[in-house]
């Protein structure tokens, strides 16, 4: 399987936020808590994909670019800890329903091309922090930021020289 990627589908965040974002978190996690991830690996995935072949990612292209989903804004307003997978995430109280669409769509899209797709339900969320398998005090609160999406993404999750990189391959628009 030497051509193929691993590959999801996410949002990308704003320049932005992802610099608000990673000020905030310096200043509201312990250094010990985990692993940071780096400002320009910050994402909300939508869809995993796994191993895919170029020929099945040709075919989730072209069914990425049919979709035809309205953009929407979402309140970062909610933290957890996830110490199984040892993660912590930012994500929102009140997933947008176009959220939950474009989710539900791209992971029945993947399912149906065959990309083993997990039973665990939708959780959405940007994670902040891996390798936090310990207890970890979480912030009662986040700044509030809105986030708002007018474009979808495909990436390749590249892992080199020790570290995993996110490459953007290819961006589609949310309806206005
Ligand atoms: O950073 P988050 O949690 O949004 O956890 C992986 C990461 O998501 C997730 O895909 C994103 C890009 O790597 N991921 C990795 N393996 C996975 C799997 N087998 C997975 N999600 C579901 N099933």
């Known amino acids: 399987m030497s051509n193929s990627r691993r590959l999801f589908f996410a949002l990308s965040l704003p320049d932005a936020l992802q610099q608000q974002v990673i000020r905030w978190r ?24 796994g191993e895919v072949s170029a020929q099945k990612e040709l075919a989730l292209r072209k069914l990425a670019g049919r ?29 947008p329903r176009g959220l939950l669409q474009l989710a539900e769509l791209l992971r029945s899209q993947a399912a149906r091309s065959g990309c083993h797709q997990s039973a665990l339900p939708f959780h959405p969320h940007i994670t902040l922090l891996r390798a936090a398998t310990q207890p970890v005090a979480i912030p009662p609160a986040t700044p509030g930021w809105t986030f708002s999406a007018d474009a979808f993404s495909l990436y390749e999750s590249v892992f080199e020289h020790g570290r ?13």
């Open 67 to 95: 979709i035809v989903q309205p953009g929407f804004s979402m309140r970062l307003d909610d933290l957890g800890h996830w110490p199984r997978p040892g993660v912590v995430w930012l994500g929102t109280r009140r997933a």
């Open 164 to 176: 995993t990189r996110y490459q953007h391959l290819e961006q589609w628009p949310l309806a206005k």
């Open 26 to 49: 310096a200043e509201a996690f312990a250094p010990e808590a985990g692993r940071p991830v780096v400002a320009a690996n910050l994402h909300l995935t939508l869809a995993f994909l």
